[in-house]
Structure formats: C-alpha cells, structure tokens
C-alpha cells in the first residue's frame, strides 16, 4: 500500500491564481482531512469528509474548497490565492469505524507559496 | 485560551537523556490522547496513544495522562539523536475525528 499520497510537492503561485492539491489514499478509508501547518504552530484543520460525497468545514474554511467524489480521493482547491495561503497542507485519512484504535495517517504534505 | 497549550522548544538533551514533553488542554471532555512525531518536511506519523487517564508505555517511550489537570506527558528513556525531531500532542472526544493539534515541540538529541 502507498498509504497517502499528495501532489504536487511544491508550489509557487502569484497571487490570485488557483490550484487543486492531489490527495489520495488506498486504505479503503472513509474519513479524510485537509490541514495547513504554518511555522511554529500547530495543524488547523481545513476541511474533512466522512465518506463520498459528505463534507464539512474545519476550523480555517475560508478560501478554500473540497469534494469527495470518491472514497479514494479528497482534492483540495484554492481559488484566488492569497500570501495568507502559504503553508504546508498536510492530507489524512483514518477508518471512521474502530472505537479506540482509529488513528490518521498523514500524508508527506505539499509546500505552498504564495507571492 | 487556546484548547491545547504546548511548549514550541527548542529542547536540546545530550544523547541517553530522559525527555519529558508535556501539553495541557482546556476541555474536559476530550478522552483520547495522541502524540505524533514529525520529522523535518515529513508528515507527523503515530507515537503513542491513551484512553482517559492512566499511563501507556511502548519502549523507551511512555505516555501519561492526568485528567484531573487536564496535563499530558510524553517521555522519552534512553534518547537518540533519531529521537530528533517535533513531537505535537493531539487531542479528541473521539480516537482520530476532528483532533486538535498542540503547536508541536522541537526536540534536538545531541550525540
């Protein structure tokens, strides 16, 4: 198994242009996450999915949007980027299903910059 | 007041040291515990985890909640120079939906 995987590694975008960042997994797992890691703090969760088809804003939305159409992939764009937008976005994933034993997976991130 | 509090380091111990990293958190209701260990330009991956109070250890690794201070410790036996790296806590109601990140600690093991 790959696990998660994210793409594209690195990006550099003016500001105001748009970009979807690539996530999937194939563990058959149903939930998924969108987080942003700024320097010096900690993950802020952007957005998740419970399965195909259901999203939901975390807790920093703004100027971003999801879709799951499958249950392998969750794509993360961005309209009308910002210099607020660089960070590094991190995707997860976990089962949903296991009391006590569920946990995220984390991919190995994307590095935005925004200028 | 931020959920969970954590102090950013840098920590820096010489090799063999015993390392205690700690996190507190405001809500009562949180039941499961994580630590994550994240390398440089990696994506944080699964140290430990805890149910409720108690204490859990795996290797040079133990993990320790204290509900009644709402405080969470992680400490390290033995460490490495590989032990180098950021460590956040997580925290959540449930096992792995909608946790919530600590900032994270830098450690560095020095050899």
């Known amino acids: 198994n790959a696990g998660v995987t994210q793409t594209p590694k690195f990006r550099i975008l003016k500001i105001g242009q748009s970009m979807t960042l690539q996530c999937a997994q194939d563990m058959n797992h149903n939930y998924m996450y969108w987080y942003r890691q700024d320097p010096g703090m900690g993950l802020k969760l952007i957005y998740y999915s419970v399965g195909a088809g259901i999203t939901d804003k975390g807790e920093v939305p703004n100027g971003y949007n999801v879709s799951r159409s499958t249950t392998e992939d969750f794509p993360l764009r961005l309209e009308l980027a910002a210099p607020s937008q660089t960070s590094v976005y991190f995707c997860?994933?976990?089962?949903?299903?296991?009391?006590?034993?569920?946990?995220?997976?984390f991919g190995p991130g994307t590095r935005l910059t925004v200028l | 007041q931020k959920e969970v509090e954590q102090d950013p380091g840098p920590l820096s111990v010489p090799e063999g040291a015993i390392v205690s990293l700690n996190c507190t958190y405001s809500n009562s209701a949180f039941q499961y515990f994580m630590w994550y260990r994240q390398y440089s330009r990696k994506g944080p991956e699964l140290l430990m985890y805890t149910y409720s109070s108690g204490n859990k250890e795996d290797g040079r690794f133990t993990a320790q909640v204290d509900k009644s201070s709402k405080y969470i410790s992680l400490f390290i036996r033995d460490s490495q120079p590989s032990d180098s790296a950021t460590y956040l806590c997580a925290v959540g109601v449930d096992s792995s939906y909608k946790l919530i990140f600590g900032s994270g600690t830098r450690l560095l093991v020095r050899p």
């Open positions: 997860a994933s976990s089962t949903g299903l296991a009391e006590n034993t569920d946990t995220q997976y």
